[in-house]
């Protein structure tokens, strides 16, 4: 049996004090079987059709935020209220240290860069332009579109 909920209304709207746009779509979370799915007006499902990479990518973004605002002190405290290891959230936010390229490539499924969850849990370096060299020995597909021998 599914579950089906409709989630705001349309809205769009500037909030000043934190510098951000905020945005509200009605949404349908429909739940079968224990797997939930997001379904947008258009029809796009969204949450089904992203890669673990991707949701680590956007978990690791929103844990630094809670950290940068002092919602949470420390990683373990974090780490607890998000009923996670402290290991898991260090490794999700050292992803938001990838070269912008490398994110925008991942987030938006533009090609340039097809890696994998697995590939960026790995120690990597933290300079954009040596990022670039080591993720290539693991990436499945990079910008200049040929994988290394």
Known sequence: ???????????VEFLEEENLIKVTIPIKIIRR??????????GMV??????????????GHRWIKLLENGKFQNLEILAKKEKTDKSRV????????????????????TGAWILTLKDCMKPFP?????QRDHFKK????????NKDE
């Open 33 to 42: 079987g224990g797997k939930s799915t997001i379904s947008t007006p258009d």
């Open 90 to 109: 260090a490794k999700l936010i050292r992803l938001t240290c990838l070269a912008p390229d490398i994110q925008e490539a991942i987030l938006c499924n």
């Open 138 to 145: 693991s990436a499945l597909i990079f910008p200049d579109g």
């Open 46 to 59: 969204g949450h089904e059709e992203m890669e673990a990479l991707q949701r680590a990518l956007i978990q």
């Open 1 to 11: 049996m599914a579950i089906v909920k409709k989630v705001g209304e349309e809205t």
């Open 126 to 130: 933290m300079l954009w332009t040596e």
